[in-house]
């Protein structure tokens, strides 16, 4: 096959990237997006700050601008992300409790009922544990209104679209012997276990020097698919570019039937949130095909 998209889809997977609203008009970024790419996530323009900037008037030009563009063009959409400690606008900041609870649950309602039926899986929860050797959650204004936030958040999801899988997101989650990806895996082995509505873990998969690829990677998506969920790479970058490992990220999916999708997180190294001296994506700033793009389209 000649695009990543194709070559995924042989595999019975997608190959997706982030995009961002402002870079529409962008030529050279949508004809490599729309060549290479079958699945979307909104870069950060379906995040809670971009959708209810204030409480209870919800905003989706920007987050319905990309939604539209990835249909038009044949591409499914991942929605990113509905519970988060950041990226919350300022007037979530400052609540606490009881009130940021029912705001949480009235911002899910909101989101996910607006795009019902329209996304191919939701991040329902980002990044709510801590890094480091505790496994703890996170201290958050989410987390500080009780422990049962996270299934609160995922049950809610779920009611308000039925159809959408549902999906806990982290990075520093990829190593199996982090404390962090076992405290993961054990919240969704619990989840699973009492019936918690959840259906796929995200790796974010932000690979650099202090958190560098292990080739136990394998064994992470291996054993969270056996709890019966999928597991999708959802943010990947790789902060140096190097073509080997993003042949082993693309090797590893593939080696686990229920690794359903890899997600790149920008186009050109110029889209990349690490900057662009980073060289962390596929495409240079130029919209060359990388090193690392043909390790990735090979290995597919
Ligand atoms: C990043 C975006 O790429 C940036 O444009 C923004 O300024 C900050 O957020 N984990 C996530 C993503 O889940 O939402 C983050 O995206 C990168 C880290």
């Not at 695009?3 to 961002?20: M, S, V």
């Not at 996530?41 to 971009?50: L, Q």
């Not at 899986?121 to 049962?148: H, K, P």
């Not at 790789?238 to 690794?259: F, K, M």
Request: aromatic share 12%; with cysteine.
């Amino acid at each position: 096959e000649s695009t990543l998209a194709a070559a995924a889809e042989q595999t019975g997977r997608y190959f997706g990237t982030a995009i961002a609203a402002g870079k529409l008009g962008d030529s050279q970024y949508t004809t490599i997006a729309n060549r290479e790419f079958n699945m979307i996530t909104a870069e950060n323009e379906m995040k809670i700050d971009a959708t209810e900037p204030n409480r209870g008037q919800f905003n989706f030009s920007n987050g319905d601008r990309i939604y539209n563009w990835a249909v038009q063009n044949g591409k499914r959409v991942r929605g990113h992300t509905l519970a988060w400690h950041n990226q919350q606008p300022y007037w979530m900041q400052q609540l606490e409790g009881y009130d940021l609870r029912q705001a949480m649950i009235n911002h899910i309602n909101g989101v996910v009922g607006h795009y019902k039926g329209k996304i191919y899986a939701w991040d329902v929860v980002n990044e709510a544990f801590d890094d480091g050797n505790s496994g703890a959650r996170r201290n958050s204004n989410l987390q500080r209104t009780g422990n049962d936030w996270i299934e609160v958040a995922f049950r809610t999801a779920r009611a308000a679209d039925p159809d959408a899988k549902l999906c806990y997101n982290d990075y520093n989650i990829d190593n199996w012997n982090w404390a962090k990806t076992q405290a993961v895996y054990n919240m969704v082995r619990d989840f699973k276990s009492r019936g918690v509505p959840i259906d796929c873990v995200g790796l974010q998969s932000h690979f650099n020097s202090n958190s560098p690829y292990n080739p136990n990677y394998r064994t992470t998506i291996q054993s969270f698919a056996a709890l019966g969920v999928d597991v999708q790479i959802t943010e990947l970058d790789i902060q140096g570019g190097s073509a080997s490992t993003y042949a082993s990220v693309v090797n590893d999916c593939l080696a686990v039937p229920r690794c359903t999708g890899i997600t790149v997180w920008g186009v050109r190294d110029t889209d990349s949130w690490l900057g662009s001296q980073a060289s962390a994506l596929l495409f240079d700033g130029n919209g060359n095909k990388k090193a690392a793009y043909t390790a990735v389209l090979n290995a597919l």
